[in-house]
């Protein structure tokens, strides 16, 4: 019904990846069932209550991954199923709280609005009161090299509530982790897909809120990914749209 009254044509469903995040999980899968039907949550080999708490549920679809492989494996799963299932768009939401169920509709809204396909993120105000200094910076630090590999300015880039175009995302990807979420949506770019920015709530509760973010390791593999990134800008992706430029430019004159 929401999907309808949107006038959002395409089958949408939600995917929650979880790990360890029991405290917040069962909140979270509530509120998003408020807004739709179509719930996957990926448990990523939680070791804490977050089993028995997706036991309370009939009406969505859990996948179970036998141990923890790390966010990146955890989304390509709940996008294969939901592929499977034919699905044209998956929004993903974080398991620990940080995300408002309630800006679904502004996802839908915004889907409503494109003929072509699109990949939304969520904007977060990174400057309001409680966003830890290191999320701030390392939001800014991505968002500059997107710029750099894509040529789009986007404010943020690594907020992990999305809308993916699950039939126009890359066929290989080769991140598993958080860096995952830079790889995908660079790479999605790359092949001509709209990626934009759209206003969402955030809330960091330090009392709740579980990160398994490794600032060393993580930002580490990130870096690494960003440079094989921008050495494919350099010697293909950019060569490559030029060529196009002048192609077009060439068919344009003739």
């Keep these: 019904m929401m999907l309808e009254s949107l006038g959002v044509n395409h089958r949408v469903c939600v995917i929650i990846p979880t790990y360890n995040n029991a405290k917040t999980l069962k909140r979270v899968v509530d509120g998003v069932l408020q807004h739709i039907d179509h719930v996957y949550v990926v448990n990523d080999g939680s070791t804490d209550a977050t089993s028995s708490i997706l036991t309370q549920y009939n ?23 939901a592929l499977e299932d034919g699905f044209d768009y998956a929004i993903t939401i974080d398991s620990d709280g940080q ?19 699109v990949l939304l993120i969520g904007n977060r105000d990174m400057e309001q009161a409680g966003i830890p200094g290191k ?10 090299w997107f710029w750099f590999e894509t040529g789009i300015r986007l404010e943020d880039t690594q907020s992990g509530y999305r809308m993916y175009p699950l039939k126009h995302l890359p066929k290989k990807l080769y991140t598993n982790k958080f860096e995952f979420e830079i790889e995908i949506i660079v790479r999605t770019a790359w092949n001509d897909v709209l990626v934009k920015n759209i206003p969402v709530k955030v809330l ?12 060393f390791k993580d930002f580490t593999r990130i870096s690494i990914l960003n440079t094989v990134l921008v050495l494919i800008t350099l010697l293909y992706i950019k060569p490559r749209n030029f060529f196009r430029k ?9």
Excluded: C, M
């Excluded at 169920?101 to 396909?117: G, M």
């Excluded at 999320?135 to 500059?144: A, C, E, V, Y």
């Design 204 to 215: 960091y509760d330090p009392a709740e809120r579980v990160s398994h973010f490794r600032p």
């Design 246 to 254: 002048l192609k077009k430019k060439a068919l344009a004159n003739s």
């Design 59 to 81: 009406d969505i679809v859990i996948i179970n991954q036998p141990k923890n492989q790390g966010k990146g494996k955890a989304l390509q799963a709940g996008f294969r199923q």
């Design 99 to 117: 995300h408002y169920p309630d800006d679904i509709p502004v996802f839908l809204e915004e889907l409503s609005k494109h003929s072509e396909p």
């Design 135 to 144: 999320s701030s910076f390392g939001n800014r630090f991505s968002n500059f």
